[in-house]
């Protein structure tokens, strides 16, 4: 079966410092993959979304990058951290030919930026 | 764009009871799908229920159904006979038929069930 691994769990960091959230999707090949960000009280906001290796698309401009350095692994990363960058931040896949529209998420990230 | 908005930031309803959650969409297109997602405290998010928007039928799974009003653009979710395990955050979502799997979501609902 298909399981989804998101770590860490939570992160406080300073402002201006990096950030990399990581994210990796065990037993499915090419999936599609995807970083949501949920601020409090709103829904969920799609940062970026890969289809392949090193095949990474912006949604929203933001001080936040991605990549997929290999075909299971997705990354989130930030070189200098912004007061608004805190969130919960969720990655998922979706397999390629399942059923439209249905996502698995993983646990969550949640970051607070100080 | 699409915009999927849910009015009702928070509900309450008593174990057994009956509960809609309400949700309002924006689109011009004709082909898409809409969900609704459940999101347990400190549990991951999960599909609910799926409704092609080229079918008239509205979907039901088990204690779920939806009523989905195309022309008014609405999409409404009704739990029947409510759990303690249904107390979540639920969203709305939307697809259009050719996004490639990128949903948009509504603000959520976040959903008390009380003993």
């Known amino acids: 079966s298909q399981t989804i691994h998101q770590w860490p769990a939570t992160l406080v960091q300073p402002v201006g410092s990096p950030l990399s959230l990581e994210c990796t999707v065990e037993g499915t090949s090419n999936p599609n993959l995807y970083w949501y960000r949920q601020a409090a009280g709103r829904g969920l906001q799609l940062l970026f979304y890969s289809v392949g290796i090193g095949q990474i698309s912006s949604e929203v401009p933001q001080n936040l990058s991605a990549s997929r350095p290999q075909d299971r692994q997705f990354i989130l990363s930030s070189k200098k951290l912004l007061l608004s960058d805190s969130g919960f931040y969720l990655c998922?896949?979706?397999?390629?030919?399942?059923?439209?529209?249905?996502?698995?998420f993983g646990e969550g990230s949640r970051l607070t930026v100080l | 764009a699409q915009t999927v908005t849910q009015s009702q930031p928070e509900m309450s309803v008593q174990e057994a009871e009956t509960v809609t959650l309400s949700c309002t969409y924006d689109t011009s297109e004709n082909n898409y799908y809409l969900f609704w997602y459940k999101q347990p405290p400190s549990r991951q998010m999960i599909l609910v229920i799926r409704?092609?928007?080229?079918?008239?039928q509205n979907a039901t799974e088990n204690r779920f159904s939806v009523n989905f009003q195309k022309a008014a653009k609405s999409f409404s979710l009704k739990i029947s006979d409510s759990q303690l395990g249904d107390t979540a955050m639920y969203f709305c979502a939307f697809m259009k038929g050719n996004a490639g799997n990128m949903l948009t979501f509504g603000g959520g609902t976040r959903l008390m069930v009380k003993p």
């Open positions: 998922a896949w979706k397999l390629i030919g399942g059923d439209a529209g249905e996502l698995f």
């Open positions: 409704q092609e928007a080229y079918k008239q």
